[in-house]
């Protein structure tokens, strides 16, 4: 999809700008990531990027906002930045390799930008951590990324000491904030303070992860404050994560809160459900399990706020399809995850959910969706809503039809089977199927 942009990009240019320059400069960038806000563009190399940057970035994003009809901002990184091979550059651009050499001690060797799901509610943190690898200590420092429990702090923490790591004369340090404080007081019991802190200001680059565990611990604050200047006083990367802004931790030195909004605060959001199907299909694919369309709706559904629940969630099923080689559906995702498919209750989706999202979504009023009127223009309505009432909820036949003016079980799976073939065939069907269930998952 972004190829076919990008191609049309590529012959629009050729009306604003010269035949060569596109040849030498804009042809050579790979698009890596586009969606409706912007466009990612890699660069062979870092002297490429800033010629692109300075010279026709400009008319690149005029000839995008043309061609799409919206502002699209492009950035550009190079295959350096987010950690990604390109030994091969007469390959035509695949999804990117990722680099074969060894992580640093101490980081999960999965925890990578290669590894890591690009959506709206990742996507600034994403950028900020990949542009701290493009110039470290330079434009983000330190970076403090927030963000609720299981939503990608450690693994973009992760990302940038994978990527920046493994440069030759970097030496980072990656440590969660619990396990710095037990270093630290163990070095003021043992009278060896100088050399914990020699050990953290030796670092080029210095992740804290779960800063927020400082709160109330003045003496460690005291140390961190130190070790903090000195690395940031030499133009060292810094950066901490925690599970709220420097300011909304309690008991945390003002010193320090505003040493850690010096630089760029970030937040991981919960991630929409676009995200958490790409997220799905990513972790699925990885673990080998097929897992049926129905079956990623029901759980990116369901699982909405902490994307290491939908891992959990995955693994169940992985071990389970392992162990019996029967194939994945709905119903037996719904069996094995019957006690971890609600992240609360408040905002669970319900059969009236479904039922009026459908109706607003097609300016029915319910009556008329549930009502026996027989013209097509309520009948696939109504056996729509059916449909999303099973995929989306699993629930029995006999209770859907039931919701449906007491319709009788026969008529819940014939709707079911009818809007599943069209579904298949149609694409128009997919994607309005795709949409009511965004708006009723929102
Ligand atoms: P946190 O540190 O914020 O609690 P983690 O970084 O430990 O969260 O993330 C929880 C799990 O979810 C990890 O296994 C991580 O790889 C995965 N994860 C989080 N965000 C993403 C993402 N955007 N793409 C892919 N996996 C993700
Ligand atoms: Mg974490």
Not at 202 to 217: C, E, N, P, Y
Not at 369 to 384: F, S
Request: hydrophobic share 40%.
């Amino acid at each position: 999809m972004h190829l076919a942009f990008w191609r049309d990009l590529l012959l629009l240019l050729e009306g604003s700008l010269d035949i060569h320059a596109i040849s030498l400069w804009v042809e050579p960038l790979v698009p890596l990531l586009l969606d409706d806000e912007m466009l990612v563009l890699q660069a062979p190399n870092g002297v490429h990027r800033h010629i692109v940057e300075e010279r026709y970035i400009g008319t690149v994003q005029r000839a995008a906002r043309a061609l799409s009809g919206r502002a699209i901002r492009i950035d550009l990184v190079t295959a350096e930045d987010i950690g990604i091979d390109v030994t091969d550059p007469g390959e035509s651009p695949g999804p990117p390799r990722r680099r074969s050499r060894p992580a640093p001690p101490s980081l999960n060797p999965s925890y990578t930008f290669g590894t890591f799901i690009i959506g709206r509610c990742n996507r600034t943190a994403f950028h900020a951590a990949s542009s701290v690898v493009a110039q470290p200590g330079k434009k983000h420092n330190p970076l403090f990324v927030t963000g609720g429990v299981g939503l990608g702090k450690t693994h973009l923490l992760q990302a940038i000491g994978a990527s920046l790591g493994s440069r030759p004369g970097s030496r980072c340090i990656y440590i969660p904030s619990d396990q710095l404080m037990d270093e630290l007081m163990e070095a003021f019991q043992n009278r060896t303070i100088g050399v914990a802190r020699r050990k953290f200001t030796s670092a080029t680059l210095l992740l804290v992860d779960d800063i927020h565990f400082l709160s109330g611990k003045n003496q460690i604050q005291e140390e961190f404050f130190h070790v903090f200047n000195i690395l940031h006083g030499k133009g060292y990367q810094i950066v901490l994560s925690s599970d709220r802004p420097p300011k909304e931790i309690p008991r945390l030195q003002r010193r320090l809160v505003s040493r850690f909004q010096s630089g760029s605060v970030v937040e991981l959001k919960p991630p929409g459900l676009n995200t958490r199907v790409s997220i799905i299909k990513a972790k699925a694919e990885q673990l080998g399990i097929e897992l049926p369309h129905e079956a990623v709706t029901l759980l990116a559904s369901r699982i909405r706020t902490n994307i290491r629940r939908i891992e959990g969630a995955l693994n169940r099923i992985a071990a389970f399809y392992r162990l019996s080689g029967r194939a994945v559906s709905p119903r037996l995702v719904h069996e094995l995850l019957r006690d971890r498919l609600f992240d609360g209750d408040d905002d669970a989706v319900t059969i009236r959910r479904i039922q009026t999202t459908v109706a607003d979504h097609f300016g029915l009023k319910m009556a008329a969706l549930l009502g026996q009127g027989r013209k097509g223009d309520v009948v696939l309505p109504r056996q729509m809503a059916m449909y999303l009432c099973r995929t989306m909820l699993n629930s029995p036949y006999a209770d859907i039809g039931a919701a449906f003016s007491g319709r009788d079980h026969a008529t819940a799976i014939y709707s079911f089977r009818t809007i599943e073939q069209l579904r298949r065939r149609n694409s128009e069907m997919r994607e309005t199927l795709d949409e009511i269930v965004t708006v009723v998952s929102s």
